[in-house]
């Protein structure tokens, strides 16, 4: 008794697994101390269990562990859009996604939570920056329930003609998301970002009001930045500045804003996002379709980089495949004209998005994302009996390449098992499965085949 009463209790122990470490080299047969919702230590069993004890304990032999994917950028709102927005002329946003939010009610966003919940724990993300819609205090319940890790953001825009369901004044918009806040912000592993929805949605009061807020409560400021030319034209025409040095010129940038996109960027704008500590998300799918970002030169600046998949209207939610676009389009269009097959290694994307988005939750850029002591313990364990990583050579590199959703067989979020063996334990998928078809059912007639 003496001897046990001399040890730390943790909470969970991963036994004997395989894991990425911080540099994404793989170790074999470690275990996984986890306690207060952080990595405590790593190491032999035999050594952890002789300065601790546990209250859980998980068999981790089956998999490989890596950091829990982070969806930078993603639209809850939109999930009852899937398979609606491909191949659709533009402008999507203006014709099809704005007229659809505009509809949404509670009892929509709450099944779409729920939709978007158990694909994202399924697809191995453990953490999530939602963008901005309506009635997220529905959203938010579901998110605080499913126990994955997130920002949520009211959709803020006081533009005149907004359909009358969604149309408000910029008080009217900021007191919304001062009201979720104060509902959900430290809840859980959820909290509250202010947001500019759609920049030119938005007037420089709304602007000035969002960041001043968001500065007093201590959070983030996300914004669509820099996606469309149209937008940029909009900034040049009105005041001869492009969207970044525009919200520059009135002191809206800094390390706490998050630009969405962030595409079409000048030498300038680039030049600010390093010198203010603005990070950044790109959305791979979503922006073959629009221009492919300069990443490269943004890394090389030291900017924060998350990946998005920008919700499942625009190709799903699984991050393995956003991955996959992402390292393909940066081939193409970096690394070919210089003959640099690793212009975008490995191991840089997996990085992206984990500690990268990690950042842009929140999180220590030092510590979270990586299966270090101290760092968060939102973890995904990889199955090893899949063929795939039956023979793996560079294990990052088969990560990226072969691994994909349906190969993430567990799923922990700070420190709390979300999904063991491929069930989900926070929420009932069968339920919501059957209410998903439901709703579709009864919508049939207003979708397309």
């Given at each position: ?32 101390l ?11 069993l035999?050594?952890?269990?002789g ?17 829990g ?13 899937r398979?609606q ?19 949404l ?20 993300t ?30 803020t ?13 910029g008080e ?14 430290g ?10 929805r ?22 983030m400021?996300?914004a669509?930045?820099?996606?469309y ?28 804003f ?13 030049a ?28 090389s600046?030291g900017?924060?980089?998350g ?14 495949n956003?991955?996959?676009i ?34 842009c939750?929140?999180?220590?850029p030092d ?27 560079h ?24 999904m ?10 069968d ?19």
């Amino acid at each position: 008794m003496e001897e046990r009463t001399n040890k730390k209790e943790a909470d969970l122990l991963i036994r004997g697994s395989d894991y990425l470490d911080e540099d994404f080299e793989l170790r074999k047969g470690e275990s996984i101390l986890i306690r207060d919702g952080r990595i405590e230590a790593t190491g032999p069993l035999k050594e952890l269990a002789g300065a601790y004890t546990w209250k859980e304990e998980t068999d981790g032999s089956g998999c490989v562990y890596m950091p829990g994917l982070v969806d930078s950028h993603m639209h809850t709102g939109q999930q009852l859009l899937r398979g609606q927005v491909l191949d659709a002329m533009p402008m999507i946003w203006t014709r099809i996604m704005l007229p659809y939010e505009s509809t949404l009610t509670p009892e929509k966003m709450r099944l779409s939570a729920r939709m978007a919940a158990v694909e994202m724990i399924h697809a191995g993300t453990t953490g999530f920056i939602d963008a901005g819609s309506y009635f997220m205090e529905e959203a938010a319940a579901v998110y605080e329930e499913s126990g994955l890790r997130g920002a949520l953001s009211f959709s803020t825009m006081d533009q005149k003609g907004l359909p009358d369901s969604i149309a408000m004044d910029g008080e009217t918009a900021i007191r919304r998301t001062d009201e979720l806040y104060k509902a959900f912000h430290g809840k859980g592993n959820l909290k509250v970002y202010y947001s500019l929805r759609s920049l030119i949605s938005c007037s420089e009061e709304l602007i000035r009001m969002a960041a001043a807020r968001a500065r007093e409560q201590g959070t983030m400021l996300q914004a669509h930045m820099n996606e469309y030319p149209g937008e940029i034209n909009y900034y040049m025409e009105r005041k001869q500045m492009r969207p970044y040095e525009y919200l520059d010129s009135l002191g809206v940038l800094g390390p706490d804003f998050l630009g969405a996109h962030s595409l079409l960027l000048s030498e300038r704008e680039t030049a600010l996002l390093g010198e203010r500590g603005v990070k950044v998300c790109h959305c791979p799918f979503s922006n073959c379709g629009k221009a492919a970002p300069r990443t490269p030169e943004l890394i090389s600046r030291g900017i924060t980089v998350g990946l998005g998949t920008d919700g499942a209207a625009h190709g799903g939610l699984s991050l393995f495949n956003e991955m996959k676009i992402f390292r393909s389009v940066m081939n193409l269009t970096w690394g070919v004209p210089l003959a640099e097959p690793a212009v975008m290694p490995a191991k840089t994307i997996l990085a992206m998005a984990t500690r990268g988005g990690q950042a842009c939750l929140g999180g220590d850029p030092d510590r979270d994302g990586r299966i270090v002591p101290g760092a968060r313990a939102d973890l995904i364990g990889l199955d090893k009996r899949r063929i795939c990583m039956a023979v793996y050579g560079h294990m990052a590199n088969t990560v990226l390449e072969s691994v994909n959703a349906g190969d993430v067989r567990d799923s922990i979020c700070g420190g709390r098992i979300l999904m063991k063996d491929y069930e989900i334990r926070t929420l009932d998928e069968d339920a919501i499965y059957r209410e998903a078809v439901a709703y579709r059912d009864e919508n049939a007639g207003n979708h397309a085949n």
